[in-house]
């Protein structure tokens, strides 16, 4: 016959946060996959000839490196504050494309029409929509639950 061991009074630490939904993590899916084939296709294009562009070509680069970080962060690190990255990346790499397209960036002017243009801007609309709808889900879940 064994006596039970008496516990030490367990000290109170933070709160747990909540765990995330199904949903929650949908939707970081979805924006980690839009922000990884942005990422993707900068670095395709960067290799297939715009490094050589001055200005434009060092950005293409960062771009591909930041998609593809901010794609791993959004998966693995449970903050927000990779959600708020993903949306504004989207965000900023959209401006940057339809401004090449209207008025030019930096010399460049882009045209809308091929499968890369195309593919690249929905994926950054995907980005900036999922996180967005990431973001407020997950603000849902933060929320306190009035008892």
């Known amino acids: 016959m064994t006596t ?3 516990q030490p009074d367990a000290v109170p ?3 747990e946060p909540p765990a995330r939904s199904r949903r929650a993590w949908v939707l ?3 924006t980690a996959a839009g922000l990884l084939l942005s ?3 900068h670095l395709v294009l960067y ?3 715009y490094r050589d562009i001055e200005v434009v070509g060092p950005l293409f680069l960062l771009n591909a490196v930041a998609g593809f970080a901010l794609g791993l962060l959004v998966l693995t690190w449970g903050s927000w504050l990779p959600l708020l990255g993903a949306v504004g990346f989207g965000a900023l790499t959209l401006a940057a494309f339809y401004l090449s397209t209207t008025v030019g960036f930096f010399g460049v002017n882009e045209t809308v029409g091929g499968t890369q243009q195309v593919l690249a801007a929905v994926s950054e609309w995907v980005a900036v929509i999922a996180g967005l709808a990431a973001l407020a889900r ?3 879940l933060r929320r306190p639950v009035a008892a």
Do not use: N, S, Y
């Open 47 to 49: 290799l297939e000839g």
């Open 28 to 30: 970081r899916g979805i």
């Open 4 to 6: 039970p061991v008496a």
């Open 13 to 15: 630490g933070p709160p």
């Open 39 to 41: 990422a993707d296709i």
């Open 138 to 140: 997950e603000r849902v």
